[in-house]
T-cell receptor, first 112, second 118 residues
Framework: DAKTTQPTSMDCAEGRAANLPCNHS???????VYWYRQIHSQGPQYIIH???NNETNEMASLIITEDRKSSTLILPHATLRDTAVYYC?????????????FGQGTELSVKP | NAGVTQTPKFRVLKTGQSMTLLCAQD?????MYWYRQDPGMGLRLIHY???????AKGEVPDGYNVSRLKKQNFLLGLESAAPSQTSVYFC?????????????????FGAGSRLTVL
């Protein structure tokens, strides 16, 4: 599975959009981009995933560049409860790859 | 539907003792994973399993053994615990989707098991 690179930490003002970048320059054609977050020592929680099209759900939006070498997770109106570590991982689908490697993630601090 | 359940939640061991962490999932997931997380660090993959009776090494497998005798259970064993194995351990399972490119195979994590080795 391809490796990802994320900034170590970011700050965001409450109510503003949080844009979290991820580089995955060695991504393969069959690999998806997944985002998870971990709130204060809890088990990580799935947020969103995509292949090449932009995706949106009730939690966030995912923008993937046309060359698929990078992506951005957008939390449109960040709240204090969005303070967490956000992980970007890339992985082939279930029947093409088992190993899922998490990097260090980005520690997002949402401030009042 | 309990999801992924880890037992025990907390455990203190002395150096050299052995123990087993149990992960149980009731979602009929094929893949299961064990990660460890040290303070201020990300998740590191210890071992994983792509099906009943199969296991594979992750990034940091040394000092751990695993078994997947039943599809719903994934056991992580420490034969001779060391202080370096003090960590929070997370188990996860992975949904299998209906087709090769549906992409719906997200991880579901347990709440974690906090292990201290003195």
């Amino acid at each position: 599975d391809a490796k990802t690179t994320q900034p170590t930490s970011m700050d965001c003002a409450e109510g503003r959009a949080a844009n979290l970048p991820c580089n995955h320059s060695t991504i393969s054609g069959n690999e998806y981009v997944y985002w998870y977050r971990q709130i204060h020592s809890q088990g990580p929680q799935y947020i969103i995933h995509g292949l090449k099209n932009n995706e949106t759900n009730e939690m966030a939006s995912l923008i993937i560049t046309e060359d698929r070498k990078s992506s951005t997770l957008i939390l449109p109106h960040a709240t204090l409860r969005d303070t967490a570590v956000y992980y970007c991982i890339v992985s082939a689908n279930y029947n093409q790859g088992g190993k899922l490697i998490f990097g260090q993630g980005t520690e997002l601090s949402v401030k009042p | 539907n309990a999801g992924v359940t880890q037992t025990p939640k907390f455990r203190v061991l002395k150096t050299g003792q052995s123990m087993t962490l149990l992960c149980a999932q009731d979602m009929n997931h094929e893949y299961m994973y064990w990660y460890r997380q040290d303070p201020g660090m990300g998740l590191r993959l210890i071992h994983y399993s792509v099906g009943e009776g199969t296991t594979a090494k992750g990034e940091v497998p040394d000092g751990y053994n695993v078994s997947r005798l039943k599809k719903q259970n994934f056991l992580l064993g420490l034969e001779s615990a060391a202080p370096s194995q003090t960590s929070v351990y997370f188990c996860a399972s992975r949904k299998t989707s209906g087709g090769p490119f549906s992409g719906a195979n997200v991880l579901t994590f347990g709440a974690g098991s906090r292990l201290t080795v003195l």
